[in-house]
C-alpha cells in the first residue's frame, strides 16, 4: 500500500436516523472541528465543542451510538486529523502524515497524543492518592524526594572530574556516579526509604509522556541506581515483558516470517527441514489434552498416528461449535474467580478443568486439526526416512507450502512469549538524562544480570496457554535470547542509536557485539489516540448490541481484548476500523540478540542457546557495562558546559508545592506539561 492510500481520506458514516437530527448533529460538530483546526485551537476548545454538543444529543436509543460517534471524531481531531465535510454531506477524516513533518513537528504531534491518556491517569483520584503516599513522610517511611539527586551538586562533582587527566576520568567518574542494577520485587522495601521498590518504580514511571499501563503476560521490572550517594538515588527504571507477537520487521529478520522462511528453505532445502518439522508436529500433538476427545468419540489412537480428512473435519467443527458457546456463555469474573479458587489444589486438577473449559476445548479442537492436516502432508510426501527429492518435492506442492507455515507458526509460538521480551520501559530520571543515562540503562536492559534474573524468576514458571492446551502443567525453558522495542518517535532514537558494545568486556569472545541492531520501522496499529471515555462509549456500544460481548478480556482469548473491543465498537459504528487504529506513527523497530544462535534456538532447531557472554557472574557483566559507559559517553559528556547546565537545573529546591527537579511528577493543569523524562536528548 503506496503512502498515499495509506493517507487517503476516509468516511464516517455512522448509522445514525435523519429524523432525529442526530445525524444533522454529528457533520455540524464535524464542521466546527474543521474550522477549530484550520485556526490551531488548543484541545480545550476541541473538548469544549464536544461537550456542547453532547448536551444536545436526544436521550433516546441512539444516544450510546451518537455519543460514540463524536467522541471518536473529537478525539481524531485532537490527534490533528483533517475534519471536513464533503459536496454530498459525508464527513470524512485524513490521518496526519507524520512523514511530511520536520523532526520538532512530528515529535510534538505524538508527544501530544501520548499526553493525552497520561494526563487523564494523572488527573485520576487513585493515582493522585498514590502520588500523595510516596511524597509524604510516615513513620519510617521517607518522601520519594529523598531518591532524588540534586542537580547542582552532581553538575559540581562532574566539572571537578573534568579537570583530571582523561587517564584518570573514569576511576574519578567511579567516585561521583557508581551505578547498579536492583530489582523490583513486589513485596521488597527500599533498605535507605522503606518505600516499596515497586512504588518507587511506578512514581518515576509517571514522569514519562505516555501513560503507565499493567501488562499481560511475563514481566520484570528493574531500577538503576547510583550508590555514590547517600540513598543511592534512582538513575533510571526499565522493564521487561511479553512481546508483541506479530511485527512484521522483527520477524523478517529473525526469519520467521511465513514468506521469508519459505524463501530460505525453498534455496536451501534440507533433510533437517523435514526432521524439525516432525519433531515440532509431534512435540505439539503430544502436548494437548485429548481424553474428553476420545470420549465424545471425535477420534481414535489410530486416527492421531494416521490421521484422515474425516477426523480433521470433526475436529474442526467441534472447534468452532465450542467457540460460540465460550463468547456466548463465559462469565469473565466467573471464570477468572473459579480458576484462581482451582489453583488452591492439585495443579493438574487446575489445568485439566481449565482444558475443559469452552475456550480451551476450542483452541484444542483447532490446534489438533491443524497439526493433524499436516501430519497427513508430511505421511504423503516423505512417508519414511526423509530424504532431499521428497523435501524438494514437498516445498514444491501447494499442501506443503500451507503445511510449512502452519508448523512454522506453531514453532514461533512456542517460543515467543519465553524466549523473548519486550523493553517495555527504558530510560534515566533527572538529573541523570542529560549525562544519557538513559543509553547506561538500555545497555543494562540486555546485561548478563538481567538474562540470568530472568531464568531464575521464571525457571518453574507453569506456561498459562500451554498449561491449559495440555491439562497438566508444562514448563518451558526460561532462556531469554532476543529484546526487542521500539522508539517512541519514528524521527530517530539518540537512546538506541550507535548504541552497541564489545561483548569481549563481559566475558564473550573476542569481535563480537551486544548492541541495539534497527530492524525496520513499522506503522503499526494501536489505541492511544483514543480517550477512556471514547474508549468506554464503544465497549458499551457493543455490550448493548443485539449480539451481546464477544470479548471478555481473558487470558488465551486471544490478542489484546481492548484493541478488539474498539474494533468491534468502530465496525458498529461503521467507521473504518483498519485506517483509524492505524495511529500514523513510524517507529523504529530495534532488536538486540544475546544468542548467536539465536535463529535456531527460536525456531526450537537447537536444544540450548549459545549465549554471547557467561552467566556465572551476573553482578560482574554490570559493572563492566557500567564503566564502559563511562568511557565511551560519560567521560565525553561533560566536556559540555551546556549539559552541566541543564543537570544544574533540576534542584531540590521548591517552586510553591513541587521540587524544581525534572523528576517530580506534577499533576496536569491548564497550559503546563509535565517534564518528560524520556524525552531525548540531542548530542
Known sequence: MTRQARNSWVVLAPPLPERSGVRDLFREHARTLAALLERDADDAEIDGALEELRNAVPQDDQTTKAVAALSVLTDLARQRWLVRVNPSGEVEVQRPDGQRLDPGQEKARIRRQELVKRDEQLREAATRRFIDSVTSRKGRQLPIYALLRDGRELAASLREVRATPRAARVAALREVVDPYLQLVDADERCVHTNLKLQDVWRYFRHTWTNQYVSTPGRSMAFLVRDRARPNHPVIGIGALGSPIVQIRERDAWIGWHPDAFMEFVRESPSVDLARWLRKTIDTAISEIYVADLYEEDLLSVGAIHAPTPDVVNRLVTYGEEQREKHHRFVSSPEMKRDLRRSRVGDAADHWRERAESHLYKSKRALTLADMLRSRMVLQRHLPGEPDLDGVVELLASTDGDRMVRKVLRKAKADRVGIAMADIIVCGAVAPYSPILGGKLVSMLAASPEIVDAYRRKYVEQESEIASAMAGRPIVRPSELVFLGTTSLYGVGSSQYNRLRMPAERVGGA?????????????????????????????????????????????????????????????????????????????????????????????????????????????????????????????????????????????????DGRYLMHGACVRPPVADEDQPALFDEFAY
Open 510 to 654: 573476542p569481535g563480537e557485539r551486544i548492541e541495539y541492531l534497527q530492524l525496520g520501522r513499522s506503522e503499526a496499529y494501536g489505541t492511544s489516540q483514543f480517550t477512556t471515555s471514547t474508549v468506554d462509549s464503544l465497549v458499551t456500544l457493543v455490550q448493548q448490541s443485539s449480539n451481546g460481548q464477544r470479548v471478555n478480556s481473558i487470558f488465551g482469548e486471544g490478542v489484546s481484548p481492548k484493541l478488539r473491543k474498539i474494533r468491534d465498537g468502530l465496525d458498529r459504528l461503521n467507521f473504518p476500523a483498519d485506517a483509524l487504529l492505524q495511529h500514523g506513527r513510524s517507529r523504529i523497530v530495534y532488536g538486540i540478540p544475546l544468542a548467536r544462535n539465536l535463529r535456531e534456538y527460536l525456531l526450537g532447531m537447537d536444544d540450548q542457546p549459545e549465549y554471547l557472554f557467561p552467566l556465572e557472574r551476573p553482578s560482574h557483566g554490570t559493572q563492566q557495562i557500567a564503566s564502559w559507559w563511562m568511557e565511551r559517553w560519560l567521560s565525553k559528556r561533560i566536556e559540555s558546559d551546556e549539559v552541566l547546565r541543564e543537570v544544574g537545573r533540576h534542584t531540590t529546591v521548591r
